[in-house]
């Protein structure tokens, strides 16, 4: 654990080294607040909730969340710092870890930098903060399963473009898995595969939570599908750390 | 009677080789980097890994330090298997890697600190070690400064710094004076002999006035496989001119 977080606090530092934290930051808050207000009808909704904001978050993400995560190994590798980082007495378990949870913390701190909203909903009406609040955990567990996918693909290739385009695209299949485009054509041709592909989907579990409901079966969900990838990440740490 | 016992006893785990190779092998499809080499290095000895480039001195260095897998073959530091025990084995290894990676934008002493935290200190003796670190590769004066700036001597010696912070009774080395000016290569020279009685050291390197300064055993390997495992003297008489520049040419061509 003292080596994951010893890890963690290194590559945090390193986003804020460099002026990826800020890009970063400043994008992700430009372009959802550009969208939550004009193509979200913010405040011809007059309705004092989050809503707008929830729905392109995820959208929002999957767009900037694989640009953090391609360079997350394919950079380590560049610079040939993968052979100190696992030379030194840590598991590459730990490693890849580590490495996950900086860039999930560093994705909270961006959501969190999003306060402005929710000061706003509640000077203007009285909205339900608990909806709200589990609404902002569906966020960071939404960032959480793109990351998980954008630092395996990284760990996948050398080339950080193919990172980031293969993580967009996996990315996208599995929150377009419940869209009605999809489903129906699904349901219609292969009845077995809609019901699974529905499942699969990382946007309708977010629903759940902007609609202020928590449940063990959404937090499993997530916790598994991090799980996943973060296990294929250490995998192919593995066999691809020396190519 | 008693008391040579007692000495024998005591001896014992200095003769046991710190590392030891076995059969060590890499392939990368059809083509054989590393092959079948096997040599073991006991504490005192600074054995010389020489070879022309792409000969394998650094697959086998990467193998050793556990960083690629080999396709066949074992080795272990202090006893402890590279693979199966492998965070035991790079505990008491000091590693310093091919070029001298570090985290461009780190300081010299965050990088530092960083290393020797995950090696496991903390409070004053982490803060001590690398203090000492940083004297002992005479970095202090640049200590703050970000090591993407410093230049290629520089930035060899943070790594070797990082390499020596733990005090490792194993050191690998993979090209150490490399990029350094004559005085800096002298310096290191003189650190790894005084470093060199209570530690097995393994440092690679093409430069050979480097094997007869400070190496007490020399390996030749070319095209994978270990052409000669001799001392430097020895090496030397198996030339007529005496030179270890001809012997190595002789050994590394009739290789090729």
Known sequence: ????????????????????????????????????????NFFERGQADLNPFFTFIPWVFLLLIPAIT?????????LGTIELLLTLPITQGQAVVGKFLAAWVFCAIALALTFPFVIAVNILGQPDNGVIASGYLGCLLIAGAFLSVGAAMSAATRNQVIAFVLAVAICFIFAVASHPIVNDFLSKNVPAMGAFTRRLAVIDRFGDFTRGIISVR????????????????????DQRKAD | MASSQQDSAANAP?????????????????????????????RGEVLGFLGPNGAGKSTTMRMLAG????????????????????????????????GAPTYPEMAVESFLRFCAKVRGF???????????????????????????TLSKGFKRRVGLAQALLHDPPVLVLDEPTDGLDPNQKHEVRQLIERMAP????????????EVDAVCTRAIVIARGRVVADATPRELEAQHPSGKLDDVFRSLTRDAA
Not at chain 2, 14 to 34: C, D, H, M, N, Y
């Open chain 1, 70 to 78: 391609m360079r997350l190994w394919a950079e380590e590798r560049r």
């Open chain 2, 14 to 42: 200095e003769q046991a080789p710190l590392i030891r190779i076995e059969g060590l092998t890499k392939r990368f499809g059809s083509f054989t980097a590393v092959d079948n080499v096997t040599f073991n290095v006991r």
């Open chain 1, 218 to 237: 959404d937090l499993i969900y997530f916790g598994t599908f991090i799980g996943f990838w973060l296990f294929l990440n250490t995998v192919l740490v």
């Open chain 2, 198 to 209: 209570d530690k097995a050291i393994v440092i690679s390197t093409h430069i050979l006035e």
């Open chain 1, 1 to 40: 654990m003292r080596n994951i977080l010893t890890i963690t606090r290194r590559e945090l530092a390193g986003y804020f080294a460099t002026p990826v934290a800020t890009v970063f930051i400043v994008i992700f808050l430009v372009l959802q607040g550009a969208l939550t207000f004009n193509l979200g």
């Open chain 2, 67 to 98: 960083f690629m897998i080999p396709t066949a073959g074992t080795a272990s530091i202090q006893g402890h298997d590279v693979q199966s025990d492998g965070v035991a084995a790079r505990k008491v290894l000091g590693f310093l890697p091919e």
């Open chain 2, 122 to 148: 903390s409070g004053k003796e982490l803060a001590d070690r690398v203090d000492h670190a940083l004297n002992m590769t005479t970095l202090r004066g640049v200590r703050l400064q970000p090591v993407e």
